[in-house]
């Protein structure tokens, strides 16, 4: 099972060497302009420094969740008076909701309501959609099984709010 840059399968045993590889996608600010790196896990953990945990981004490395912030982006902040384009949203995709919203706020001031109420207004939306309509991309749970069998401990890293 594989699958090339960019989104997609990170994950894919190699036939033969019985090794794994992780693809990291570095992200960009479109997903047309990521690149990938193919590296065995095993290659290294066998370096100098030997790896003891591995991080997976959760936002669209684990779940497919940025389309799902685009479009609650987009009607939040239409509800202000605020008409984002796609390459709007793809120019902050990745940033805290905080900065975003502090970020449009400067380049379209609104009366009300509050920047704190709008940001938690994006993310109960965001949560709601996540639970509602988010998938898991492919791979991502046999990648978290795969690097916890090889007994190493498992994180994860993102950006949005702890509530997601």
């Known amino acids: 099972m594989s699958s090339t840059c960019p989104g997609g399968v990170f994950f894919r045993p190699d036939e033969g060497l019985r090794t794994t ?3 990291a996608i570095r992200r960009s600010r479109s997903v047309s302009d990521a690149t990938c790196d193919i590296r065995s896990i095993r290659s290294v953990m066998e370096g100098a420094r030997s790896i003891e945990a591995v991080v997976f981004d959760m936002d669209g490395v684990l779940i497919d969740s940025e389309p799902l912030w685009r479009a609650v982006e987009r009607e939040v902040f239409a509800g202000v008076g605020i008409d984002l384009a796609e390459e709007d949203l793809f120019a902050t995709m990745g940033v805290r ?5 502090e970020r449009w706020h400067a380049r379209h001031p609104w009366p009300e309501p509050s920047l704190e109420a709008i940001a938690e207004e994006i993310v109960e939306r965001v949560v709601r959609s996540i639970r509602d309509e988010g998938t898991l991309l492919e791979g991502a749970v046999a990648a978290v099984d795969h690097v916890r069998t090889l007994g190493l401990r498992v994180a994860l890293a993102s950006s949005s709010p702890m509530s997601l």
């Open 97 to 101: 909701i905080a900065d975003v919203v």
């Open 21 to 23: 590889s992780v693809l």
